[in-house]
């Protein structure tokens, strides 16, 4: 998952202006039509950073909660043992563990993989999405406080997107789909490098001749699963659509805000 500019560091810290980046992406592809799509796009994760700072701006209290503020109600179940695991990489959820190692090892992350390991640690690990953040926050080359809130907050469905908040990412479809023979996997999770494509994003599933070959032991090489996701997904849904019935304290209606799809953390 390389295609990224790497200039998000460079924009944090004002290296470079992101003028200066968004006109000379759209001056490229004025001059190759088949950049055009791509700048396009590029331009557009760009805004995603304005716009965060914006929200910051404008509703500061997104700093220490939620956006929408009945989501300030929500009972997080997470453990400090799952949280612990979800830092270190060793979930048993490939993806994660990969993009996990990534920014302890780097400090960045693609940001695909930002809003892998941020839906898993909020509607898997049902985890407060503020100390995913924070974590972030301390290890991320290009952290910023608007990027880093805004797309947690999207991650945890407590914030400016619209989209409902049961939308929630299968780690195991997010791998194969977008790293289908799982390069990016086997680059940051070695142990797993001889294990099959067909498993390499569910080696819990592997039969055991086939972990065998490939060197693998579950529970010692490589962890078992932590949780299961089909049923914390339902835990999720039903902690959240608890809150949204009004069963906890302090619901209120939150301003309506465009539709999209932004990050985590933006990585431009």
Not at 1 to 19: C, E, N, V, Y
Not at 163 to 179: E, K
Request: proline share 6%; hydrophobic share 40%.
């Amino acid at each position: 998952m390389p295609a990224t500019s790497q200039l998000s560091a460079d924009l944090k810290f004002g290296t470079i202006g992101i003028r200066r980046v968004a006109h000379a992406a759209l001056a490229a592809a004025a001059d190759d039509e088949r950049l055009r799509e791509h700048a396009a796009k590029f331009v557009q994760e760009l805004r995603w950073r304005d716009f965060f700072a914006h929200v910051l701006w404008h509703f500061p209290h997104v700093e220490h909660g939620a956006f929408r503020r009945e989501f300030d109600a929500m009972r997080w179940q997470g453990t400090d043992d799952e949280f612990a695991a979800w830092c270190e990489g060793r979930t048993g959820f490939p993806v994660v563990d990969a993009g996990m190692r990534e920014l302890a090892a780097t400090g960045l992350m693609h940001n695909r993989v930002r809003m892998i390991v941020a839906s898993f640690l909020t509607k898997d690990l049902l985890t407060d999405w503020r100390r995913g953040e924070r974590w972030f926050m301390t290890h991320l080359v290009d952290g910023d406080l608007a990027s880093n809130n805004g797309g947690w907050q999207w991650a945890a469905g407590t914030g400016t997107d619209a989209a409902p908040y049961f939308r929630i990412f299968n780690p195991l479809l997010q791998g194969v789909r977008f790293d289908p023979v799982g390069r990016y996997v086997r680059r940051w999770c070695p142990e797993l490098t001889l294990v099959t494509d067909d498993f390499i994003h569910r080696p819990g599933e592997a039969p055991p001749s086939l972990l065998a070959e490939a060197g693998v032991t579950l529970g010692k090489d490589y962890p078992h699963p932590i949780v299961d996701h089909a049923e914390r997904r339902g835990a999720a849904l039903e902690m959240y659509a608890a809150v949204k019935a009004g069963q906890a304290p302090g619901t209120v209606r939150s301003p309506r805000l465009p539709r999209s799809r932004p990050g985590t953390a933006r990585e431009p």
